[in-house]
Every structure is written in C-alpha cells, then in structure tokens.
C-alpha cells in the first residue's frame, strides 16, 4: 500500500517490518527524522491477526515497575502529539481504579505511587465505580489519568501521519529473506530493499522470524479472549461509558490479573479480560486451544460473580487477540547482538500499546545510533542467557 503517485523503490535510508502499533511509531519517529522509511506489513491492512487490532486499551501512568512509569510522561506527550497531528482524539479519561489485597507488595507500589488520598474504601469506590464489591482487607486505589486509548483510531492515526511525512506503507508483503551486511538486504513476496539499517518489530511471528538471524529469543505468544460482559439490568450498575477503567492485583484467584473498560465498543457491555492466556502459533491462532474450553472464561465467571454481580455470569461476545510473552514480561529493545544494524522490539506481553510512541521513539534512537532517552537496561537482550545461536 505505498503512498498514492509513491513509486516503488528499492533503496531507503530505514525498513521496519511489521506495521502493528509499535513498527508503526517507529517509522513514524524515523520519517519525522527526515529517513527515508519503508514499513512493511506482511497482512493487508486493516487485519486483526496480531496484537494492535480492537477499539479500545488501558492507559495509565502508574507502575509497579519505576522505569515504565519514569517513560508515562513521556508517552502521554506524545500520544497527544499525535492527536495533533493527525487531528483526531485518541484518548478518553475515565480514571483507573486498581484493586487488590491490604500489603500485597504490588499494591503497595501502586499505593505510594499514587498517595494514600488516592486510597477508595467500599464506600467511595462504589461512588467512582458502581457495582463494584469491595471484599474485606482489599484496597482500591484511583489513578486519575488513567483512560482508554482508541486503539484502531491510533493505529489509522499514526500510519497515515508517517505517510504525510514521506515514509513508504507496503501491506500484503511477506518478508521472505533478510541478509545482513552494512546494506541490509530484505527479499520479500514483491519486492527486494535495501537500507543502512533495520528494525524489526513482528510481534508473535518474533521468535521463529529471529531464529531465521541466529537469536533464539525466549517469547511465548499466547492467544487471549477477550470478552465482553452485559448488564443484568442495563443501565443499572451504570458502568457506561463514564465508568473507570480497572485492573486487579495479587488476588489469589487470578494470579495473573484481570482487567477492564467501560462499554465504548459494544453498548451496554463491559470489556473483561484475564491477563493471560494459551499458548498459540501465531498462523494456527483461530484454532481454540485444546484441552478445557475457556477455561480463563470460568475464571472471569467467578471473578465477576464475586466482584461484579451486577453483569451476566457469562460473556455476550467472546473475541480473540495475542500477546507475546517473555519471561519477566519486560520488553526486548536492543540490537541485535551481532549485527547493530539490526534493531529487535519485541515481547511486548500485553502491556505495550500504552508506551508505543516512547518504544517507537526509543528503537529509531537505537537504529540511528544515537544515546536513548531512556533507561535501556530492562529491556537488553543481554538478560536472558544462550540467545546467540552458532
């Protein structure tokens, strides 16, 4: 899909490949730089094969981890950059309320963080949040800027405001071959490019498209449901469309958190999902797991019978998308290890559409050689022993 009256070329200053959320604002940093960029994106667009498809995900500033909420500020900059420029709104603020255990570490983090003011007992989260069943010794806290992010808009938004910057979109082109060199060579179903430097940011097709440049990087793709609940009594519970979003920590019976957004995609439904779920080939991802069907959806049933008696036991719509997973669910940002013309963004692990402009501005900061603007040690390669392959 290049620009209209865009010939096709062969040489540029940058390829990224793959044109999910994260490649995207890649090359959207890179051709605000003034480099000549070319994406690539083996689908055609729009598709909802990967991880950057859907209306709607969380945004928030806190962190339970201090280096991803160092890079909030920087992110909620320049998503409203965007929203500039593409003069459209990509944002709703509607609060985040998190939940959890009394000294559960983790909730103890989102507590300092955010100050004991922002502390809610049953009575004001039931003001903030209605229908929502505070159990004894659990504790929620507010973050005000917390929000939706409208992640199809977002997605529009900053591939066609890289485009108006001069970079090149090609869709439905599967990348066959790369061949490094101090010119790249990138040989795809249409096409052969060549460009001083790469990046690569491929979401589940990461492991197995790395193992193809000797990196054996420790990512699980995981195919998650994601569904959305409806009102016993519509409009009872109010959880519309001015209701917080939500996410849970350290409750025993979801080990790996549950989240939510109020009903801005489905009328009348609440977006409710478990963070987490099964392992999947990416190209076989439409095939439901074996095993017990669902059974992250017995475990929201329960979850929502406890916490949310106001919605239905059982999900309305049950749609699916995909995380990539790493081991300590940090992110991968680096070069490769033996070729630095070579930059990897990968194992975003269901949290990274938020920092996608700051990971975007981060892997052209690499792929330019310059000092990154923030702290990269979490996301080395480097942590994660015997990924270079002989």
């Excluded at 070319?38 to 055609?44: I, S």
């Excluded at 990509?90 to 909730?107: H, I, N, Q, S």
């Excluded at 997605?155 to 066959?176: N, P």
């Excluded at 929502?304 to 669910?329: H, K, R």
Aim: aromatic fraction near 8%; glycine fraction near 10%; proline fraction near 8%.
């Amino acid at each position: 899909m290049a620009a209209p009256n865009q010939p096709q070329k062969a040489t540029y200053d940058a390829i990224v490949i793959g044109a999910g959320i994260q490649g995207s604002f890649t090359a959207y940093h890179l051709a605000q730089r003034h480099k000549d960029t070319l994406l690539l994106e083996q689908f055609l667009l729009p598709h909802s094969r990967g991880s950057s498809h859907g209306q709607s995900r969380i945004t928030r500033s806190v962190y339970p981890q201090e280096y991803y909420s160092r890079m909030m500020p920087d992110s909620f900059r320049l998503w409203q950059q965007l929203e500039a420029e593409a003069g459209t709104s990509l944002y709703r603020r509607t609060g985040l309320v998190v939940l959890g255990p009394a000294g559960d570490p983790e909730m103890e983090s989102y507590r300092r963080s955010l100050g004991d003011n922002q502390v809610l007992d049953a009575t004001a989260l039931a003001r903030h949040f209605p229908g929502f069943r505070l159990h004894p010794g659990e504790v929620a806290v507010l973050d005000s800027t917390g929000g939706v992010l409208f992640a199809d808009r977002a997605l529009r938004a900053v591939q066609e405001v890289f485009r108006r910057h001069g970079g090149t979109l090609r869709d439905g082109e599967k990348v066959l071959r790369i061949e490094p060199g101090a010119m790249v060579t990138v040989t795809t179903t249409a096409g052969v490019y060549h460009a001083p430097r790469l990046t690569i940011t491929v979401g589940a097709w990461a492991g197995a498209f790395m193992e193809t440049l000797g990196l054996r990087l420790p990512l699980q793709p995981l195919r998650i449901n994601v569904c959305y609940w409806r009102e016993k009594q519509p409009g009872s519970t109010r959880m519309g469309t001015v209701s917080p979003c939500f996410l849970t920590v350290g409750l025993s019976q979801a080990p790996h958190g549950i989240y939510g957004l109020p009903a801005l995609e489905y009328p009348g439904m609440v977006k409710l999902c478990h963070h987490h779920g099964s392992p999947t080939d990416p190209e076989k991802r439409d095939q439901a797991p074996s095993g017990a069907p669902h059974p992250d959806i017995a475990l929201l049933s329960n979850f929502i019978s406890s916490y949310l008696p106001g919605l239905e036991p059982q999900p309305a719509v049950v749609e699916t998308c995909m995380y990539t997973n790493t081991p300590d669910e940090d992110f991968i940002l680096d070069r490769h290890p033996k070729f630095s013309n070579i930059i990897i963004g990968a194992g975003f692990s269901g949290h990274g559409f938020k920092l996608a402009p700051v990971v975007g501005k981060l892997l052209c900061e690499l792929s330019l050689g310059e000092e990154p603007s923030h702290n990269m040690a979490p996301f080395s390669i480097n942590r994660f022993p015997s990924v270079l392959q002989a």
